[in-house]
């Protein structure tokens, strides 16, 4: 049994597990409650979906729930088209958020009251200074902030800027709402950190009603606090602001204290997990879209044919910990085979077509050859494949001088056809330019299914495809977005793209595969796994590659 015959979401086990089973044990909370809050300025990716398994895998493992929230705080990047792709996403993923969809920007009134109640209190100030100024006033890591002159502002003042702000009497920028904490932290998060600020822009939710926008870090442990949650999970660049959420909680009238747990984020090989970058690939045209099969989004994937369960596996195998690293793509790849090896019905393509004549075989007859769906599984059934005069196989099948351990095709040689019969190269016919155009061979009658009735042997088993009766499509191959296994290490990421990431081939395909319907998932002996796409663009079946068949993860492994 491989590792991934393991179901990986059961029986995991992690530092932040032990937190919540030790909080289960002493009887801190009645139900668990997570969220995984995606910001809707992007489509989501693998990286995401590691914190949808950890934050949707422990409210089920402590029979407690997980909620959906978009952190929708900042109205100038985020859109519908976003919030809707990432529920489509969440969703195949197999994760259900049941009734606990929620925004952040329905706490809008909530946290403004809030903020009023820390004005009240005199734990915030409106603050004129500059962007610019405020980073001078701010210090550096070895040095002491020092406060605004605005600091000291009465609560009345603060009080009436605040609503001034809210109304829409000044413009992006000109003052900003602060926590007043301590200009001398250690934790620069904790030197008056921003709070509210001034952005005269419409939101996708919200329209028009708002001039102020909360910072992520006044959002979000309070939107926690609302919907209840027990455990904020989050990556690790989020440590050094646990102090100020810890802050804003306690100084707070809130109802319920929520604990906030880094965990490392997840770096893939040969790929960018950032929004911000995935979003200038698409913008600027160097993949086709968010949902390109190169993309590491979870659409891309999906498109590509990775299953959701190869995600998750992924997911369960690469585990929860504090410690940052990269993680090989060859894992995902791994995963996605032991399903698709399962799973995936077999049939024939031949990806670059090499054209055989059968001269033996009489023309125009069609001998329908009965083929296994599943060697490994009789109960997948057989299929018929037409087996006809003109064949195509793959043109790396056969060679005019074959070196030692070359057994397939060559002049003379006997090899079986997947299925059907014994055949023999007999000539080759060869274009001006001396390429090999097309073989003709002839075949043994008395080989019918591939059985030699004489126990004759040969070395070497091709797939192929009627050239009369298959049809013909479009198969993508696909490499590595990047040819660095760091995009950007040395400079800009751009500059790492692999330009041959794409390969279109024109193939052709065992008449079957022309009904596949989008999404559908074959493997192509011999070739690979591949997914039906749902490009109509073109007047033939497109099929992506998902995966080839050798799995170079599992050799290294061994090694
Ligand atoms: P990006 O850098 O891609 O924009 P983000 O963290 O800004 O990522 P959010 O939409 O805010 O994106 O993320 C939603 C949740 O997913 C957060 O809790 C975040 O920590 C988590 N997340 C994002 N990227 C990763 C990653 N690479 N590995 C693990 N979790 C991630
Ligand atoms: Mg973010």
Not at 106 to 122: S, V
Request: aromatic share 10%.
């Amino acid at each position: 049994m491989s590792e991934t015959d393991v179901d990986s979401t059961e029986n995991a086990s992690d530092f932040i597990r032990d937190v919540i089973r030790e909080d289960v044990d002493a009887g801190r909370h009645a139900t668990i409650v997570t969220r995984f809050p995606p910001e809707p300025n992007g489509y989501l990716h693998i990286g995401h979906a590691k914190s949808m398994c950890l934050n949707f895998g422990v409210a089920s493992d402590f029979g407690g729930r997980c909620h959906l929230r978009f952190d929708d705080t900042n109205p100038v990047k985020e859109e519908l088209e976003y919030i809707d792709s990432i529920q489509e996403d969440v969703r195949w993923l197999g994760f259900d958020w049941g009734e606990h969809l929620y925004y952040a920007s329905d706490n809008f009134e909530q946290l403004c009251a809030w903020a009023e109640h820390l004005i009240t209190e005199g734990k915030a100030y409106v603050d004129d200074l500059s962007a610019e100024e405020m980073r001078e006033y701010r210090g550096t890591l070895t040095e002491p902030g020092k406060p605004s002159p605005f600091r000291d502002r009465t609560a009345e003042e603060n009080l009436d800027l605040f609503r001034r702000m809210s109304s829409g009497e000044f413009e992006d920028g000109a003052r900003v709402l602060r926590a007043k904490i301590d200009m001398a932290s250690g934790n620069i998060n904790l030197r008056d950190p921003v709070l509210y600020r001034i952005l005269n822009a419409d939101h996708p939710r919200t329209g028009d009603a708002w001039h102020i926008y909360p910072t992520y870090d006044f959002a979000h442990g309070q939107s926690d606090s609302i919907e209840g949650v027990t455990h904020s999970l989050c990556t690790l660049e989020f440590a050094d602001h646990r102090p100020l959420y810890d802050w804003l909680i306690e100084n707070l009238p809130v109802d319920a204290t929520p604990r906030q747990y880094e965990f490392s984020r997840l770096n893939l090989t040969y790929t960018v997990l950032s929004k911000r970058l995935l979003m200038q690939l698409v913008t600027e045209g160097h993949v086709k879209g968010w949902d390109d099969p190169r993309m590491p989004t979870l659409s891309g994937l999906r498109r590509r044919g990775i299953p959701a369960a190869a995600i998750r596996d992924f997911a369960g195998l690469i585990g929860v910990t504090k410690s940052n690293s990269t993680v090989d793509m060859a894992l995902l790849d791994h995963c996605t085979r032991d399903l698709l090896n399962k799973s995936a019905p077999r049939r024939m393509g031949v990806l670059r077509p090499l054209k055989v004549v059968i001269e033996n075989f009489p023309e125009g007859k069609v001998e329908m050859i009965e083929a296994q769906n599943h060697p490994q599984d009789p109960d997948a059934g057989t299929r018929q494949v037409p087996f006809t005069r003109e064949l195509y196989v793959e043109q790396e099948d056969f060679m005019e001088e074959p070196p030692r351990k070359f057994f397939r095709l060559s002049p003379g040689r006997e090899v079986r056809l997947r299925y059907a019969y014994f055949v023999t190269c007999q000539e080759i016919i060869k274009d001006a330019a001396g390429k090999v155009t097309e073989l003709r061979c002839t075949y043994d009658p008395e080989t019918k299914g591939g059985n030699s009735p004489d126990g004759r042997k040969v070395k070497a088993t091709l797939h192929w495809v009627s050239a009369t009766e298959g049809v013909p499509a479009e198969v993508r191959l696909y490499d590595h977005l990047f040819k660095e296994e760091e995009p950007g290490a040395n400079g800009n990421f751009l500059d790492d793209l692999n330009p041959e990431s794409l390969t279109a081939l024109n193939a052709y395909l065992e008449p079957v595969l022309a009904d596949a319907a989008a999404g559908d998932t074959v493997q192509f002996e011999r070739q690979g796994y591949f997914c039906a796409d749902p490009d109509t663009s073109i007047d033939a079946p497109v099929f992506n590659r998902t995966v080839a068949l050798r799995d170079s993860w599992a050799k290294a492994k061994k090694k």
